[in-house]
Every structure is written in structure tokens, then in C-alpha cells.
Nanobody
């Protein structure tokens, strides 16, 4: 099993920045893709960004150009740098990981492991 723990959420003004971190523990050798999803109040969960162990990234259309995902393969930690934040970025951000590098699993949100989430609130 793999455990994922997110950190770095909080309250920020529109236009500001935040950096989220997600650390993995347990059977981390099984992890390939790591990434982030978010769910705003009353909305479906959506893809934010993912990154494979080889560095291939996928971004959701609403965050392209503003958010950057990175990872430390040794520590099995992924980071999400969020710039130019907007009120509509307000959501619970979930870290996810998968043992495959399947883009289909990323897009269908059928990742193996999920964190409990961290709240990001962007005030106008």
C-alpha cells in the first residue's frame, strides 16, 4: 500500500501563489504517475496536473500556463506551484498516484492511491 499526504494549502488573495506538496510513503517503489486533482464545492472533481517518473506531464486546460507540476523521484514527492491564482481555483486539492503511466487512468481519474486533500481558498 501507498499513503499520500498533502500539505501547503491555505488562504491566498487572487493573483497570489501557493505551493502544494505531496509525500508518499509505503510501497513507493510501485509508484509511476503522481499528480493533483481538485474538487470545488458543488462541482465534479477535475484533473489539475500529473507527472510520470520520466517527466511527462498532463495539465488540465484551466490551469495551463499558471500551474507547474514537478517531482522528486528519490523522495517520491510531487509539488504543485500555483501562480496567478483566481477565486475559481478555490477547491480541495487531492494528491494521487498510480503504478502505471497510463494517460487513460489519469484522464478517467482511476488512479490507485489518493490523499485526503488540502483546501486552497482564493479570495477576491
Amino acid at each position: 500500500q501507498v499513503q499520500l499526504v498533502e500539505s501547503g494549502g491555505g488562504l491566498v488573495q487572487a493573483g497570489g501563489s501557493l505551493r502544494l506538496s505531496c509525500g508518499a510513503s509505503g510501497r513507493i517503489s510501485s509508484i509511476n504517475v503522481m499528480g493533483w486533482y481538485r474538487q470545488a464545492p458543488g462541482k465534479q472533481r477535475e484533473l489539475v496536473a500529473t507527472i510520470t517518473s520520466g517527466g511527462r506531464t498532463v495539465y488540465g486546460s484551466s490551469v495551463k500556463g499558471r500551474f507547474t507540476i514537478s517531482r522528486d523521484n528519490v523522495k517520491k514527492t510531487t509539488y504543485l506551484q500555483m501562480n496567478a491564482l483566481k477565486p475559481e481555483d478555490t477547491a480541495v486539492y487531492y494528491c494521487a498516484a498510480d503504478s502505471s503511466d497510463s494517460t487513460i487512468r489519469v484522464l478517467t481519474q482511476t488512479m490507485d492511491y489518493w490523499g485526503k486533500g488540502t483546501l486552497v481558498t482564493v479570495s477576491s
